[in-house]
């Protein structure tokens, strides 16, 4: 399901699980106080102060800001952001990664969020991020065998991935080629 199609569900369900309709939200987000563009804020405030579910939560952020004036970035203008300032030399590692993921087929393309950045087909098979200590992040989704790779270790909360490995900002084209065979796998996971 598209991000597009799950937000036109929450949407649609709203007033059954949270009593109010979608524009009756944006409105309280509007006469709160809060800045409607500091999705984060308002999400936390519809949690804290009203118990709005989670996926409520972001689709009321999402609309408030939105009806503020925010646009979504593009898949590169979130990528941009992620890599912007001290972490600008991992962008060619990003890059590089996410090429190789969107060239197992012609259903798999990449999509924007603010933490990471996924590549899916059907559903997401592979996320990309910044990592720890001068890193880049790379999340599979294995939905099958894991593959054996001593780099793979279990994900601890990151984008759906069930397992991942950190490439170092010195990664050369051996180190890129060789998580072929475990995007592929997860490619294969994933349709």
């Known amino acids: ?11 649609d ?3 059954e699980r949270t009593g109010r309709t ?7 987000v509007q006469e709160s106080g809060l800045d409607p ?21 972001w689709a009321v952020a999402d609309a408030a800001a939105t009806a503020a004036g925010w646009e979504r970035p593009d898949p590169d203008g979130y990528t941009d952001t992620l890599y912007a300032g001290s972490k600008a030399h991992l962008r060619p590692i990003h890059d590089a ?7 197992l087929g012609e ?7 603010g933490t990471y950045i996924p ?22 989704r294995f939905r099958g065998e894991v593959p054996d790779d001593e780099r793979l270790s279990p994900a601890k909360g990151f984008a ?29 996971q994933n349709g």
């Open 1 to 11: 399901m598209e991000p597009a199609d799950m937000m036109a569900a929450v949407t």
């Open 37 to 57: 563009v500091d999705q984060k804020a308002v999400r936390t405030w519809l949690r804290d102060v009203h118990g709005v579910p989670q996926n409520s939560q």
């Open 13 to 15: 369900s709203m007033r």
């Open 22 to 28: 979608l524009e009756e939200w944006v409105a309280l």
């Open 119 to 140: 590549v899916v087909r059907r559903t997401q098979f592979v996320a990309v991020a910044p990592g720890p200590r001068e890193t880049v992040r790379v999340g599979f």
């Open 160 to 188: 759906q991935a069930s397992h991942w490995l950190h490439l170092s900002a010195d990664a050369d084209e051996d180190d890129l080629r060789s998580i072929g065979p475990l995007l592929e796998a997860a490619y294969s």
């Open 97 to 103: 990664v996410v090429t190789l993921a969107e060239g």
């Open 107 to 113: 259903d798999a393309h990449r999509e924007g969020r």
